[in-house]
């Protein structure tokens, strides 16, 4: 069981490049999220998905896409990267979508944008 | 106001020292459920324990203990003899609903630093 993984671990990207930061889980999870990390915010969710092809949005949506082809994938991709986006990023995933489960998280996407 | 608040930024302690980490939260919620995890130098975050509203039962396991009290709304998290490999960041989570249907939201407080000296 190799749990929630993400790719890459680490990027740097120009002002305007795109780029899709990958998420998988293989427990078989229904609900999974994309939160950033930034010094002196705390985490904060973007989006989340409470099953495949259904997803919405976070606090902090603006800049990202998300889609939920199939249970164990939820990428995520930044259409025209800024230096705003720069940031660790955590994928998580739960059972269900009931607020008493526990979300486990990947290991963080370290992303710099110039 | 949902809200969880970890008032300490920062704290040092020498090996072998009893170490509590507070928390305390804001929820209008009647169920509700607090989570810790831990975010060691390596930049993972490590599940610790999740305790729901209606358990307000202590917890200890091995060198960790929780102590919940809706009556304060804290769920503290004592380290009894920290060792050097106890020193990360731990944060304090409140999973409460968002609106009228059953979504929910990880509330997150900013996290205690620490740092556990030889």
């Known amino acids: ?114 | 106001a949902q809200k969880v608040t970890q008032a300490q930024t920062e704290i040092s302690v020498v090996e072998k020292e009893d170490v509590t980490l507070d928390c305390v939260y804001e929820t209008r919620d009647t169920t509700y459920y607090l989570f810790w995890y831990k975010q060691p130098p390596s930049g993972e975050l490590v599940f610790l324990i999740r305790r729901n509203s209606f358990d307000e039962q202590n917890e200890i396991s091995g060198r960790y203990s929780w102590n919940f009290q809706k009556s304060t709304s804290s769920f503290n998290f004592t380290i009894t003899a920290s060792q050097v490999v106890d020193s990360a960041v731990y944060f304090c989570a409140l999973s409460a609903t968002v609106n009228a249907g059953n979504n929910r939201k990880l509330i997150w407080g900013l996290g205690t630093s620490l740092a556990v000296n030889p």
Not at chain 1, 23 to 47: F, K, T, V
Request: with cysteine; charged share 15%; aromatic share 12%.
């Open chain 1, 1 to 114: 069981n190799a749990g929630v993984t993400q790719t890459p671990k680490f990027q740097v990207l120009k002002t305007g490049q795109s780029m899709t930061l990958q998420c998988a889980q293989d427990m078989n999870h229904e609900y999974m999220s994309w939160y950033r990390q930034d010094p002196g915010m705390g985490l904060r969710l973007i989006h989340y998905s409470v099953g495949a092809g259904i997803t919405d949005q976070g606090e902090v949506p603006n800049g990202y896409n998300v889609s939920r082809s199939t249970t164990e994938d939820f990428p995520l991709r930044l259409l025209s990267a800024a230096p705003s986006q720069t940031s660790v990023y955590f994928c998580a995933s739960s059972y269900s979508s009931y607020q008493g489960e526990t979300q486990y998280f990947g290991p963080g996407t370290r992303l710099l944008v110039l």
